[in-house]
C-alpha cells in the first residue's frame, strides 16, 4: 500500500477532532483508498496545555516548521486559524510541494486566489472542504457532482454559532450573551467571536461558494455582511406571528436567463450575508441548532439541499478526512489534475453593488399612535415607487408610541434605505427603523 504521511498545524478542537479520527477509522479509510496513512507530527502553540484530547508528546512540537519542512510529510493539513501566520504556513507548504488541506475560510476568503495559483505552480492542490459548512460536502457537491449544471442561486445556513443562537432565541427567554457563551463551550464559536456573530465567518462562507459556483474568485470586501447582533426577540416575536422565522443566511444569486436575453454576457451575482425572514413552509426554516444546510438551484438537477452539523469537533474532522483522502489519491495516483480544488473560469464575473440588489423587506417603526402619522409615512414610500404588501400595528395605545410593522414588496437595496433615513426623520417616528430582508425562494429566480 502506497504509504502516506501528514502533519497537522493546529491541535485544538478540530486539530484534536482529526487525529482522534484517524485514529478510529483511519485504518478503515485507508484500506478504502488503497493508501495507509500516519500523522507524523502536530504543531502547537503551547507544548504544555492540557488537551480535551490526548495526543503524544512525542509528535507534538511547537515550531509549525518542523511540520512543513519535513520531508517525509507529504501533506501539510492546516488547522491553526487565524490569517497572517496561516497564509505564512500553507505558502511555505506548498512551496516545499506538499498538499496542503485547510479549513480555515478566513484564510481563504483573503488570500485563496494567491493560494490556488502556488498550488498551482508547484503542482500540488490546496483541498478546503471543511472550510464550508463544517460536516456538509458542499464543496465536493459543486466541484464535482452539479459540475453540469449552471448555478442560479444558493442559499445557506452557513454559521452553526448564530442558528444554535438563533434557534434558542425562538424557543426560550434567553439573552444573547448567554447562549454566545454556550456556542463557545461546544466548541462552534470561532477564538474572536465578532466573525460569527457579525456575519463576517458567513460571509467567508458565502464568498468561497460564489466563487466555485461562478469561476472567478469572489473579493471578500464585495460580499455584503449583516450579522444578528441587533436582532432583538421583538423581531423574532412578530416574524413569528407573520409566519416567518429569522436565519441569518448566506445569499448568492443569478438570474441565468438575462445574459442569453440581453447577449451581455456574465451578469453580475448577488453575494451577500444577512439576516432574513423566510418562510415557516420552506425547508431551511426547519434547520435549527448547530445545523448548517445549503440550498442550491441547479439549472438541470432543479432544487436541492444539503444539511448536517456545521460546526464542532467531530463533523469537522469528517470534512478535513475527505480532503486527507483526495490528497492522498492525488499522492497514489501521481497526479495533481484528476479534479482540482478550484477552476477559475469566469473573466468577466463581478458581483453587484448591494445598493442595486433588489429584496423584499420586513420593517418595524415605533411610532406615536395619533392620527395623520402613517399617511405621512406611506406617503414617503410611495414616492420611492415602493409598495407596501401589509401593515400590523397593535391596537389601544393612542398617544403612546406603538411598533408598526410594514411588509414592503421587491425594492432596491438603497432606495429603500433611503426611504427609510427619510421616514426616521419623522418627529413621530422614534428610535432608528429596524429593516430585515424576505426571502420567498421564488421559483423563477
Ligand atoms: P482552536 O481550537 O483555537 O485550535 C487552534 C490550534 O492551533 C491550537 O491547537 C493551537 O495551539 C494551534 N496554534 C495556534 N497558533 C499556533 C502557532 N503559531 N503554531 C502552532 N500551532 C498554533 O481552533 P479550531 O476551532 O480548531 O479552528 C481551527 C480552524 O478550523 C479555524 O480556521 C476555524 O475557522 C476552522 N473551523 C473550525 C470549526 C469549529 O467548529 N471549531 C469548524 C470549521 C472550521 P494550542 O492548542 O497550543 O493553543
Ligand atoms: N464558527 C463557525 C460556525 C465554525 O459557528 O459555523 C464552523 O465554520
Request: net charge positive; charged share 20%; glycine share 10%.
Given at each position: 500500500?502506497?504509504?502516506?504521511?501528514?502533519?497537522?498545524?493546529?491541535?485544538?478542537?478540530?486539530?484534536?477532532?482529526?487525529?482522534?479520527?484517524?485514529?478510529?477509522?483511519?485504518?478503515?479509510?485507508?484500506?478504502?483508498?488503497?493508501?495507509?496513512?500516519?500523522?507524523?507530527?502536530?504543531?502547537?502553540?503551547?507544548?504544555?496545555?492540557?488537551?480535551?484530547?490526548?495526543?503524544?508528546?512525542?509528535?507534538?512540537?511547537?515550531?509549525?516548521?518542523?511540520?512543513?519542512?519535513?520531508?517525509?510529510?507529504?501533506?501539510?493539513?492546516?488547522?491553526?486559524?487565524?490569517?497572517?501566520?496561516?497564509?505564512?504556513?500553507?505558502?511555505?507548504?506548498?512551496?516545499?510541494?506538499?498538499?496542503?488541506?485547510?479549513?480555515?475560510?478566513?484564510?481563504?476568503?483573503?488570500?485563496?486566489?494567491?493560494?490556488?495559483?502556488?498550488?498551482?505552480?508547484?503542482?500540488?492542490?490546496?483541498?478546503?472542504?471543511?472550510?464550508v459548512a463544517?460536516?456538509i460536502p458542499i464543496i465536493k457537491v459543486l466541484r464535482e457532482a452539479l459540475i453540469g449544471n449552471r448555478i442560479s442561486s444558493i442559499y445557506g445556513i452557513l454559521?452553526?454559532?448564530?442558528n444554535?443562537?438563533?434557534?434558542?432565541?425562538?424557543?426560550?427567554?434567553?439573552?444573547?450573551?448567554?447562549?454566545?457563551?454556550?456556542?463557545?463551550?461546544?466548541?462552534?464559536?470561532?477564538?474572536?467571536?465578532?466573525?460569527?456573530?457579525?456575519?463576517?465567518?458567513a460571509?467567508?462562507k458565502t464568498?468561497?461558494l460564489a466563487?466555485l459556483a461562478y469561476?472567478?474568485?469572489?473579493?471578500?470586501?464585495?460580499?455584503?455582511?449583516?450579522?444578528?447582533?441587533?436582532?432583538?426577540?421583538?423581531?423574532?416575536?412578530?416574524?413569528?406571528?407573520?409566519g416567518y422565522v429569522?436565519k441569518l443566511l448566506g445569499v448568492i444569486k443569478q438570474d441565468p436567463e438575462k445574459?442569453r436575453?440581453?447577449?451581455?454576457?456574465?451578469q453580475?451575482i448577488q453575494a451577500s450575508v444577512?439576516?432574513a425572514l423566510i418562510p415557516k413552509s420552506h425547508v431551511l426554516a426547519n434547520i435549527n441548532?448547530?445545523f448548517n444546510a445549503v440550498f442550491v438551484r441547479g439549472d438541470i438537477v432543479g432544487d436541492t439541499l444539503y444539511c448536517g452539523?456545521g460546526?464542532?469537533?467531530?463533523?469537522?474532522?469528517?470534512?478535513?478526512?475527505?480532503?486527507?483522502?483526495?490528497?492522498?489519491?492525488?499522492?497514489?495516483?501521481?497526479?495533481?489534475?484528476?479534479?482540482?480544488?478550484?477552476?477559475?473560469?469566469?473573466?468577466?464575473?463581478?458581483?453587484?453593488?448591494?445598493?442595486?440588489?433588489?429584496s423584499r423587506?420586513?420593517?418595524?417603526?415605533?411610532?406615536?399612535?395619533?392620527?395623520?402619522?402613517?399617511?405621512?409615512?406611506?406617503?414617503?414610500?410611495?414616492?420611492?415607487?415602493?409598495?407596501?404588501?401589509?401593515?400590523?400595528?397593535?391596537?389601544?395605545?393612542?398617544?403612546?408610541?406603538?411598533?408598526?410593522?410594514?411588509?414592503?414588496?421587491?425594492?432596491?437595496?438603497?432606495?429603500?434605505?433611503?426611504?427609510?433615513?427619510?421616514?426616521?426623520?419623522?418627529?413621530?417616528?422614534?428610535?432608528?427603523?429596524?429593516?430585515?430582508r424576505v426571502e420567498q425562494f421564488d421559483p423563477n429566480e
Amino acid at each position: 500500500m502506497r504509504k502516506v504521511t501528514l502533519g497537522l498545524v493546529g491541535g485544538g478542537t478540530v486539530g484534536g477532532g482529526v487525529y482522534q479520527a484517524i485514529k478510529k477509522n483511519g485504518a478503515l479509510m485507508g484500506s478504502r483508498l488503497g493508501v495507509q496513512l500516519t500523522i507524523a507530527k502536530i504543531a502547537v502553540r503551547k507544548l504544555k496545555k492540557a488537551r480535551a484530547v490526548k495526543m503524544p508528546a512525542s509528535i507534538l512540537t511547537s515550531n509549525w516548521r518542523d511540520v512543513v519542512d519535513d520531508p517525509a510529510i507529504e501533506v501539510v493539513v492546516e488547522l491553526m486559524g487565524g490569517v497572517k501566520l496561516a497564509r505564512e504556513v500553507v505558502r511555505a507548504a506548498l512551496e516545499n510541494g506538499k498538499s496542503v488541506v485547510t479549513a480555515n475560510k478566513a484564510l481563504l476568503a483573503a488570500h485563496g486566489e494567491e493560494l490556488f495559483q502556488i498550488a498551482g505552480k508547484y503542482g500540488v492542490n490546496l483541498y478546503y472542504e471543511a472550510s464550508v459548512a463544517g460536516g456538509i460536502p458542499i464543496i465536493k457537491v459543486l466541484r464535482e457532482a452539479l459540475i453540469g449544471n449552471r448555478i442560479s442561486s444558493i442559499y445557506g445556513i452557513l454559521n452553526g454559532t448564530c442558528n444554535y443562537i438563533l434557534t434558542r432565541m425562538s424557543r426560550e427567554p434567553i439573552e444573547f450573551n448567554a447562549v454566545l457563551k454556550q456556542a463557545q463551550e461546544l466548541g462552534y464559536a470561532e477564538a474572536e467571536p465578532s466573525l460569527d456573530v457579525d456575519g463576517f465567518d458567513a460571509a467567508h462562507k458565502t464568498g468561497i461558494l460564489a466563487s466555485l459556483a461562478y469561476g472567478f474568485w469572489v473579493d471578500q470586501h464585495d460580499v455584503h455582511v449583516e450579522g444578528i447582533r441587533g436582532l432583538s426577540r421583538l423581531d423574532i416575536g412578530f416574524a413569528d406571528q407573520l409566519g416567518y422565522v429569522i436565519k441569518l443566511l448566506g445569499v448568492i444569486k443569478q438570474d441565468p436567463e438575462k445574459p442569453r436575453r440581453s447577449g451581455q454576457g456574465f451578469q453580475p451575482i448577488q453575494a451577500s450575508v444577512y439576516p432574513a425572514l423566510i418562510p415557516k413552509s420552506h425547508v431551511l426554516a426547519n434547520i435549527n441548532g448547530v445545523f448548517n444546510a445549503v440550498f442550491v438551484r441547479g439549472d438541470i438537477v432543479g432544487d436541492t439541499l444539503y444539511c448536517g452539523h456545521g460546526a464542532g469537533q467531530d463533523a469537522t474532522a469528517s470534512a478535513v478526512l475527505s480532503d486527507i483522502g483526495d490528497a492522498a489519491l492525488d499522492l497514489k495516483w501521481e497526479t495533481s489534475n484528476r479534479i482540482p480544488p478550484f477552476v477559475p473560469h469566469e473573466r468577466s464575473g463581478a458581483v453587484r453593488p448591494m445598493d442595486e440588489v433588489v429584496s423584499r423587506y420586513y420593517v418595524r417603526l415605533n411610532v406615536m399612535d395619533k392620527p395623520g402619522v402613517f399617511a405621512r409615512i406611506s406617503a414617503i414610500l410611495a414616492d420611492a415607487g415602493i409598495g407596501i404588501s401589509s401593515i400590523i400595528q397593535p391596537e389601544g395605545h393612542g398617544g403612546r408610541v406603538v411598533p408598526v410593522i410594514l411588509m414592503i414588496y421587491d425594492a432596491a437595496n438603497k432606495r429603500m434605505g433611503d426611504a427609510l433615513k427619510t421616514i426616521a426623520k419623522l418627529d413621530a417616528v422614534k428610535g432608528k427603523p429596524v429593516m430585515i430582508r424576505v426571502e420567498q425562494f421564488d421559483p423563477n429566480e
